[in-house]
Antibody
Framework: EVQLVETGGGLIQPGGSLRLSCEAS????????MSWVRQAPGKGLEWVSV???????YYADSVRGRFSISRDNSKNTLYLQMSGLRVEDTARYYC???????????????WGQGTMVTVSS | QSVLTQPPSVSGAPGQTVTISCTGS?????????VHWYQQLPGTAPKLLIY???NRPSGVPDRFSGSRSGTSASLAITGLQAEDEADYYC????????????FGTGTKVAVL
């Protein structure tokens, strides 16, 4: 079955760090552009970061310098290392696959169920 | 705040047609970047509804259609059904931030 499964969310204090994982099955992560998208409670979708490859990654202004996206091709898994967490980072974090590996305007054709991150003291 | 603006809500009776707009600018939709649409049912992950402006993935009913013109895009739902009650988001790229993906503000569709 083709799917994405995110893990690693939880309750963390402001300033803390957390690593999210997204394990893919049914396709090879290294052949795809992969993104993280988040959704704060009751709010809309916000793109966070994309990994084209190990060497080419991009970030939203709101997380640049604090978050780092990476992948382990041997485990077919995408990661999001989050540090310097803020209350406003509280959200459900989704892993999403892009349907094409060729431009900045690809659609997300596969989503995980998400993992909740709560930043609070 | 998002660079793609959608109406907060639209509503219609069963069987009617509703249209959701997605307004951008010259650095995103107006620059020719493709627009995609997602449906998010309550408590679930988003689902791709329309890709590359007007294409439906396999399994998406043809009641859903998309278009793009100038700096805007639209999603139309014809023959509205109770199961269409959900949040809808547009998505594209904005050239002002390298590698960025941008989502619209989201629209809640209510079936009366």
């Amino acid at each position: 079955e083709v799917q994405l499964v995110e893990t690693g969310g939880g309750l963390i204090q402001p300033g803390g760090s957390l690593r999210l994982s997204c394990e893919a099955s049914g396709f090879i992560v290294s052949t795809k552009f992969m993104s993280w998208v988040r959704q704060a409670p009751g709010k809309g979708l916000e793109w966070v970061s994309v990994s084209y490859s190990d060497a080419e990654t991009y970030y939203a202004d709101s997380v640049r310098g604090r978050f780092s996206i990476s992948r382990d091709n041997s485990k077919n898994t995408l990661y999001l290392q989050m540090s310097g967490l803020r209350v406003e980072d509280t959200a459900r974090y989704y892993c999403a696959r892009e349907r094409a590996a060729q431009s900045n305007a690809n659609a997300f054709d596969l989503w995980g169920q998400g993992t909740m991150v709560t930043v609070s003291s | 705040q998002s660079v793609l603006t959608q109406p907060p809500s639209v509503s219609g009776a069963p069987g009617q047609t509703v249209t959701i707009s997605c307004t951008g600018s010259g650095s995103n939709i107006g620059a020719g970047y493709d627009v995609h649409w997602y449906q998010q049912l309550p408590g679930t992950a988003p689902k791709l509804l329309i890709y590359d402006n007007n294409n439906r993935p396999s399994g998406v009913p043809d009641r859903f259609s998309g278009s793009r013109s100038g700096t805007s895009a639209s999603l139309a739902i014809t023959g509205l059904q109770a199961e269409d009650e959900a949040d809808y988001y547009c998505q594209s790229h904005d050239s002002r931030v390298t590698g960025s993906r941008v989502f619209g503000t989201g629209t809640k569709v209510a079936v009366l």
